[in-house]
């Protein structure tokens, strides 16, 4: 061997290595976030990314995931669930570590499906469906409750605050919208007030007259939604417009967005608006720093921001805490481990259901904005 050779050989091998280890210490960790990113339910998608991006960046500063910078992945599903599932096979093809999705349960439960094969952790920071987490799936998590203590929450308000006698119950036909419904009125049967009309509507429908007479008919004092703000909107402007301006409207998590006052066509139609949602976030000695930082920048950290913040942070401890990269080892460790996050400490059962659900009541004012009620009955 020439000595010319045994230098271009070492220079070149010399090359290879420094490469390779450049190449290991950028290496990224790829997170998805799935959700509506387009069509109706866009907010929420925004919400998603704007709480994704900002945890990203914070956990990247001080030192990121074993060593790796989070590389977000973006997913939209357009709350369709066919899309969710092609949303779910690109983010496995992308080699995504976990994925913050999706919002809609019925786009969150079979995209959880292509997860589970693929050994990639998912945590949705909005599907409360109890399908999501009741299937044996052993890496998929909630950042929310679920449908059966949100359902409880609103029957009991129902009762014991609104004083309802006769509720109309109505859902959108959609997994969520319609497991919400169930779950409300079960609880109002449970206390002894039995819904005097259950009925659903489509998803993009805008006409409700035909469904507003059938409220009117059987004199219904409070009417329950179940669904999201495209269609709440549209359906409690057209109760008051049609005169049912005393009826007290409740809704759910799936309105918890501005976009309810662009829907309903102006804030003095969702004025008196009652939803359920978890414990605001924002308020939160926890959340005080972030929430500061995004005011700051001119945005306001509203409905699910702080929930796929809280996201990514768990996924971060998840893989930091297991010391891998691995799904089922960082789902190991939540189920086992709390961890410390901007909505404060959160731990996980069996199931991948949170061990504690704070559901709260909120009403909407005449200036088109939501404040958690202080005082539930």
Not at 227 to 249: I, M, N, S, T
């Amino acid at each position: 061997m020439s000595q010319t050779f045994y230098r271009k050989g070492f220079l070149a091998l010399a090359v290879a290595t420094a490469i390779g280890a450049a190449g290991f210490a950028q290496a990224d960790v790829k997170i998805g976030v799935a959700g509506p990113m387009t069509g109706a339910n866009a907010s929420f998608g925004q919400q998603y990314m704007k709480g994704a991006q900002a945890a990203a960046d914070a956990i990247n500063a001080a030192g990121g995931v074993n060593g790796e910078k989070i590389v977000l992945v973006q997913g939209d599903d357009a709350c369709e669930p066919k899309q969710a599932v092609a949303v779910a096979n690109k983010m496995s093809q992308e080699k995504v570590a976990g994925v913050v999705g999706h919002f809609c349960s019925s786009s969150t439960i079979p995209a959880s499906e292509v997860y589970d094969e693929a050994g990639i952790i998912a945590i949705t920071p909005g599907s409360t469906n109890p399908t999501v987490t009741e299937r044996g799936l052993s890496a998929m998590f909630r950042m929310c409750g679920r449908d059966d203590q949100q359902g409880v929450v609103a029957g009991d308000y129902i009762v014991d605050v609104l004083k309802g006698k006769k509720i109309a119950v109505i859902n959108d036909k959609d997994t969520y919208g319609k497991g919400l419904a169930d779950a409300t009125a079960k609880q109002l049967t449970a206390r002894g007030v039995k819904p005097v009309l259950e009925e659903g509507l489509t998803r993009g429908e805008k006409d409700f007259s035909a469904l507003v007479t059938k409220i009117r008919s059987v004199g219904a004092d409070v009417v329950y939604f179940g669904g999201l703000h495209p269609e709440a909107g549209p359906l409690v402007r057209q109760l008051r417009e049609q005169g049912l301006k005393d009826v007290k409207f409740m809704s759910d998590d799936g309105v918890v967005t501005d976009e309810l006052v662009t829907t309903a066509g102006g804030a003095q139609y969702v004025d008196g608006v009652y939803m359920t949602f978890g414990a605001d976030p924002r308020l939160l000695p926890d959340s005080k720093a972030v929430v500061e930082q995004f005011r700051k920048s001119g945005y306001e950290p509203e409905g699910y921001t702080l929930y796929a913040y809280a996201s990514v942070q768990a996924l971060a401890a998840g893989f930091n805490g297991a010391k891998s990269n691995k799904g089922e080892a960082a789902a190991a460790f939540l189920k086992s481990h709390p961890v410390k996050t901007v909505m404060g400490e959160k731990a996980w059962d069996a199931k991948g259901d949170l061990k504690v659900s704070d559901y709260v009541v909120y009403q909407w004012d005449k200036d088109g904005k939501y404040h958690q009620l202080e005082k539930q009955k």
